[in-house]
Nanobody, 123 residues
């Protein structure tokens, strides 16, 4: 079991930027694929971005070109840099860990989840 804690959320005007961090404890993340999901009221978790142990990344179509995911295994941390934010990006953002060679887009396969951090983008 790995514990994940997200931070960096807040309120920002449309067009602005936020950087999120996901810090892990309990075990190292070097063999895990780590992804960010987001959720709004009444909706399922939406895949945002993922990164595997090799540093290969993948993004949802809605955030490609605006968001960047990265990892620092020495710090047991995964980051999500969000630029050019839109009101549709407003959600609770979660990081999750899966023991897969690549980062799946299906939320159900992830082993551990953080508690989330709120991102609010004002228009």
């Amino acid at each position: 079991q790995v514990q994940l804690v997200e931070s960096g959320g807040g309120m920002v005007q449309a067009g602005g930027s936020l950087g999120l961090s996901c810090v892990a404890s309990g075990r190292t993340l070097s063999r895990y694929a780590i992804s960010w999901f987001r959720q709004t009221p009444g909706k399922e978790h939406e895949f945002v971005a993922g990164i595997n142990s090799r540093g290969d990344t993948r993004y949802s179509d809605s955030v490609t070109g605006r968001f960047t995911i990265s990892r620092d295994d020495a710090k047991n941390t995964v980051y999500l840099q969000m630029n050019s934010l839109k009101s549709e990006d407003t959600a609770i953002y979660y990081c999750a860990a899966a023991r897969f060679p690549n980062a799946p887009r299906v939320a159900g396969v992830y082993e551990d989840w953080g508690q989330g951090t709120q991102v609010t983008v004002s228009s």
